[in-house]
């Protein structure tokens, strides 16, 4: 048996108290450390991957304190990911969500209601439109992150070739099918119209603004079968037959058809710039050259109107951590690295705020694309009836709309049928 | 082993049935049985539960009991029955036309030998390795009307004056996913058949030469009721499998257009996935189960009559 002398005690004493302090202090940092869950789908797209990748990085060199789990789920499977989580207790922190799915998700009544995380300032700094959309009952639900408003694109380089003026794009439905004929006759391999047909709840969102145009409402009672729905049905027949539209695509798929002058007009949402020019390189100055974007084309209400298919965060009441979640959606949709790295370069998209917040930002937000919808286009976009009856109903009104665009069964037939299966 | 060994006494068939019947094998089955209850008889269970209820996933309250509600709405659901339609169409067709190809086929290769056999049965073997998605995803991209192989080479040949819009015709559009799921789905009843084909007694094939049986005579009362049994149980195989078809019409229409290509599995997963309406959606997964479980039944008779 050895024995310590006094001062190795000492020694040996005073290491393990540094020790245990140490480790006390390491202890404790680590509990104050957040992690917090963010489900989206923009981890999950190749696309956006590196932007959205960018972003958390640097919100975490700001916030050493708070770390980011992102959780990567396509944008198709988000929505039903989301409602079981939430249904089996199990929700993430922050989510991104957008159009429909996120009135289907505030139905839960999990979602945690943003009215007292916001600070007065950072209200003050947005657009009041491009929240009021998302309040429920009072109190909003989710916070615009990326704003992504339909405007109707015309491609300059087709209209010029059909004998066309290209700095005059249609101003009514009777003036675009003038354009259409001559387009699809001069040429025919030409999509005049890209329009998306399919049978989905964004379809509807897309569609909606065209059966406003017509004044038509079909989720109202009798709307359905009213003669404004079956003169946009009928309308819908007449682009079909006619080949001016191209039913079954996605909106998407018109996308890369545009860049290369396939398609003369594409009802889509401001990100398309940024689709054509990753597709064909084209500078900016050749782009506003050659493509131009403006409002819709009236129908016989007269007016013109566009939907809002842009992106929004949401906080769950579930979590632990909602302050540090207010952090970091704030950080996302407003700060100007996030805007700068993320909703201009990988989204296209315009921001909540009413002014940028640098001059750097104002110069690059400062483009006749960006102009047109802050000026033109935003101020006609119309919310569709969300909520829960909206992902059936746009089941039943886009069957009806295909039947319309795709076979013969009589208009009045397609109008009563969409009218059933809508249960007004 | 010496000669002189002492062999043990035969036991009657009956003892030796008692003597398999000892209860701790009985008990052996157990875990099986518990799996099987977890994993097949609990949702059985529970989807019979949810469809006698009014049960919305984003309502957040807990199901309601309705009765036979739900089952009494299908009778007024003109998309059930629409949807049940197509799903015997898409079912039957698909599997009718597939197995009469893979039958031809498999008789036009059965003479061949050698690495013209091998290539032949590689090549006709190729679309049955290709995933069901991508069936879909090439089908899709061919029938495009504007862009589309297809209709480039029958524009070309003269043979239509304008694109055809194959997925978004209403009357179109479930044959030509038939299409798609019989060029997938021949393969099979080819390699099953040129089994059964290769599988027939020589005795049988050389006593029809020598009584001078024809080709039509050979294949119509030789080798087809030899057949009949491959044919019948890989039929019901796949009439199994094509009714739970989910993925081929999911990507190349997603029901449409209108409800024109809609089966009740797309149905099913709108209704439940879409619409969050669980109820409703279990009554219709109720009577898919029990109409898929007359098949099986079917199957399972067919099986143990051969056996």
Redesign the interface.
């Given at each position: 048996m050895f024995r310590l002398s006094k001062m190795a005690r000492r020694s040996a004493f005073v290491a393990s108290t540094i020790l245990s302090l140490g480790m006390a202090v390491t202890v404790s940092h680590a509990a104050d450390k957040v992690t917090l869950t963010f489900a989206n789908w923009a981890d999950a797209e190749g696309a956006t991957r590196p932007g959205i990748q960018a972003v958390i990085k640097e919100f975490e060199k700001e916030n050493p304190d708070i770390t980011i789990n992102s959780q990567a789920i396509s944008f198709s499977e988000i929505a039903?990911q989301l409602?079981?989580r939430v249904?089996s207790g199990n929700p993430p922190d922050v989510a991104e969500i957008a159009g429909n799915d996120t009135f289907?998700l505030a139905?839960?009544?999990?979602l945690a209601p943003l009215d007292k995380l916001i600070d007065s300032k950072t209200m003050a700094e947005l657009a009041p439109a491009s929240y009021e959309g998302y309040k429920v009952d009072g109190k909003l639900i989710a916070f615009p992150w990326t704003l992504a408003a339909a405007g109707f694109w015309y491609d300059k380089a087709v209209m010029q070739k059909a004998g066309l003026d290209p700095n005059n794009p249609p101003k009514t439905i009777d003036e675009l099918m003038k354009d259409m004929a001559a387009i699809k006759k001069s040429q025919p391999?030409v999509?005049p119209l890209g329009l998306d047909t399919?049978?989905?709840?964004f379809s509807l969102q897309s569609n909606w603004p065209w059966m406003k145009t017509f004044g038509a409402n079909p989720f109202a009672k009798g709307g359905a079968k009213s003669e404004a729905m079956k003169k946009y049905l009928s309308w819908m027949r007449e682009l079909a037959k006619k080949?001016y539209i191209?039913?079954?695509r996605k909106i998407g798929e018109f996308r890369p058809l545009i860049a290369q002058d396939?398609v003369a007009f594409l009802w889509d949402q401001v990100l398309v710039q940024g689709v054509i020019q990753s597709t064909n390189k084209m500078s900016d100055a050749d782009f506003y050259k050659h493509y131009g974007v403006t409002t819709q084309p009236t129908g016989p209400s007269g007016k013109s109107y566009s939907f809002e298919g842009g992106h929004q965060l949401v906080i769950f009441s579930g979590s632990k951590h909602q302050k540090a979640a207010w952090k970091f959606v704030k950080f996302l949709a407003t700060s100007p690295y996030a805007i700068e790295h993320y909703t201009l370069s990988y989204e296209a998209s315009l921001t909540p705020l009413k002014k940028a917040p640098s001059d750097a930002l104002a110069k690059k937000l400062d483009t006749p694309v960006f102009n047109a919808f802050t000026s033109t286009i935003m101020p006609t976009v119309t919310t569709p009836p969300y909520g829960?009856k909206f992902?059936?109903g746009s089941?039943a009104i886009?069957?009806?709309v295909?039947?319309a665009?795709?076979?013969d069964?009589p208009i009045d037939q397609i109008a009563a049928?969409i009218e059933?299966?809508l249960g007004n | 082993m010496s000669a002189t060994s002492v062999e043990r006494p035969v036991k009657p068939a009956s003892a030796r049935k008692n003597a398999e019947r000892v209860p701790w094998i009985d008990w052996m089955v157990l875990p099986t049985v518990v799996v099987l209850a977890v994993v097949i008889g609990y949702p059985v269970i529970y989807t019979l539960v949810l469809s006698a209820t009014k049960y919305?996933?984003?309502?957040?309250v807990p199901p309601k009991y309705i009765g036979g509600a739900n089952y009494r709405h299908l009778f007024t659901d003109?998309?059930f029955w629409t949807s049940l339609r197509n799903t015997a169409i898409y079912t039957f067709g698909s599997v009718i036309i597939s197995s009469l190809l893979g039958l031809t086929l498999a008789l036009l290769t059965e003479s061949l030998t050698g690495w013209r056999f091998r290539s032949v049965r590689a090549l006709l073997l190729t679309p049955w390795a290709v995933p069901f998605v991508v069936v879909a995803f090439l089908f899709r991209y061919m029938y495009l009307?504007?862009g589309g192989v297809i209709n480039a080479v029958l524009l070309d040949l003269g043979l239509i004056d304008?694109p055809v819009?194959w997925?978004?015709?209403?009357?179109l559009?479930l044959p030509a996913i038939m299409v798609a799921n019989i060029w997938a789905m021949m393969p099979f009843f080819f390699l099953l058949l040129s089994a059964a084909l290769a599988a027939i007694p020589n005795e049988v094939i050389e006593s029809a030469r020598i009584d001078r049986a024809g080709t039509w005579s050979m294949v119509f009362q030789i080798k087809l009721p030899f057949l009949r049994s491959a044919l019948f149980i890989s039929s019901l195989l796949m009439i199994i499998s094509n009714f739970n078809d989910f993925a081929k019409i999911w990507a190349m229409?997603?029901?449409?257009?209108?409800?024109?290509t809609t089966t009740l599995v797309v149905y099913v997963y709108?209704l439940a996935?879409?619409?969050?309406?669980f109820g409703y959606a279990s009554a219709i997964g109720v009577v898919w189960l029990v109409l898929l479980l007359v098949f099986a039944l079917v199957y399972l008779r067919a099986v143990r009559v051969k056996a």
């Amino acid at each position: 048996m050895f024995r310590l002398s006094k001062m190795a005690r000492r020694s040996a004493f005073v290491a393990s108290t540094i020790l245990s302090l140490g480790m006390a202090v390491t202890v404790s940092h680590a509990a104050d450390k957040v992690t917090l869950t963010f489900a989206n789908w923009a981890d999950a797209e190749g696309a956006t991957r590196p932007g959205i990748q960018a972003v958390i990085k640097e919100f975490e060199k700001e916030n050493p304190d708070i770390t980011i789990n992102s959780q990567a789920i396509s944008f198709s499977e988000i929505a039903r990911q989301l409602v079981l989580r939430v249904r089996s207790g199990n929700p993430p922190d922050v989510a991104e969500i957008a159009g429909n799915d996120t009135f289907l998700l505030a139905q839960t009544g999990k979602l945690a209601p943003l009215d007292k995380l916001i600070d007065s300032k950072t209200m003050a700094e947005l657009a009041p439109a491009s929240y009021e959309g998302y309040k429920v009952d009072g109190k909003l639900i989710a916070f615009p992150w990326t704003l992504a408003a339909a405007g109707f694109w015309y491609d300059k380089a087709v209209m010029q070739k059909a004998g066309l003026d290209p700095n005059n794009p249609p101003k009514t439905i009777d003036e675009l099918m003038k354009d259409m004929a001559a387009i699809k006759k001069s040429q025919p391999d030409v999509i005049p119209l890209g329009l998306d047909t399919t049978n989905r709840a964004f379809s509807l969102q897309s569609n909606w603004p065209w059966m406003k145009t017509f004044g038509a409402n079909p989720f109202a009672k009798g709307g359905a079968k009213s003669e404004a729905m079956k003169k946009y049905l009928s309308w819908m027949r007449e682009l079909a037959k006619k080949g001016y539209i191209d039913p079954g695509r996605k909106i998407g798929e018109f996308r890369p058809l545009i860049a290369q002058d396939k398609v003369a007009f594409l009802w889509d949402q401001v990100l398309v710039q940024g689709v054509i020019q990753s597709t064909n390189k084209m500078s900016d100055a050749d782009f506003y050259k050659h493509y131009g974007v403006t409002t819709q084309p009236t129908g016989p209400s007269g007016k013109s109107y566009s939907f809002e298919g842009g992106h929004q965060l949401v906080i769950f009441s579930g979590s632990k951590h909602q302050k540090a979640a207010w952090k970091f959606v704030k950080f996302l949709a407003t700060s100007p690295y996030a805007i700068e790295h993320y909703t201009l370069s990988y989204e296209a998209s315009l921001t909540p705020l009413k002014k940028a917040p640098s001059d750097a930002l104002a110069k690059k937000l400062d483009t006749p694309v960006f102009n047109a919808f802050t000026s033109t286009i935003m101020p006609t976009v119309t919310t569709p009836p969300y909520g829960p009856k909206f992902a059936p109903g746009s089941t039943a009104i886009m069957a009806g709309v295909q039947q319309a665009v795709t076979g013969d069964t009589p208009i009045d037939q397609i109008a009563a049928s969409i009218e059933q299966n809508l249960g007004n | 082993m010496s000669a002189t060994s002492v062999e043990r006494p035969v036991k009657p068939a009956s003892a030796r049935k008692n003597a398999e019947r000892v209860p701790w094998i009985d008990w052996m089955v157990l875990p099986t049985v518990v799996v099987l209850a977890v994993v097949i008889g609990y949702p059985v269970i529970y989807t019979l539960v949810l469809s006698a209820t009014k049960y919305n996933m984003l309502d957040m309250v807990p199901p309601k009991y309705i009765g036979g509600a739900n089952y009494r709405h299908l009778f007024t659901d003109p998309i059930f029955w629409t949807s049940l339609r197509n799903t015997a169409i898409y079912t039957f067709g698909s599997v009718i036309i597939s197995s009469l190809l893979g039958l031809t086929l498999a008789l036009l290769t059965e003479s061949l030998t050698g690495w013209r056999f091998r290539s032949v049965r590689a090549l006709l073997l190729t679309p049955w390795a290709v995933p069901f998605v991508v069936v879909a995803f090439l089908f899709r991209y061919m029938y495009l009307q504007n862009g589309g192989v297809i209709n480039a080479v029958l524009l070309d040949l003269g043979l239509i004056d304008k694109p055809v819009l194959w997925l978004n015709n209403s009357y179109l559009a479930l044959p030509a996913i038939m299409v798609a799921n019989i060029w997938a789905m021949m393969p099979f009843f080819f390699l099953l058949l040129s089994a059964a084909l290769a599988a027939i007694p020589n005795e049988v094939i050389e006593s029809a030469r020598i009584d001078r049986a024809g080709t039509w005579s050979m294949v119509f009362q030789i080798k087809l009721p030899f057949l009949r049994s491959a044919l019948f149980i890989s039929s019901l195989l796949m009439i199994i499998s094509n009714f739970n078809d989910f993925a081929k019409i999911w990507a190349m229409t997603q029901g449409g257009p209108g409800y024109s290509t809609t089966t009740l599995v797309v149905y099913v997963y709108r209704l439940a996935f879409e619409n969050f309406n669980f109820g409703y959606a279990s009554a219709i997964g109720v009577v898919w189960l029990v109409l898929l479980l007359v098949f099986a039944l079917v199957y399972l008779r067919a099986v143990r009559v051969k056996a």
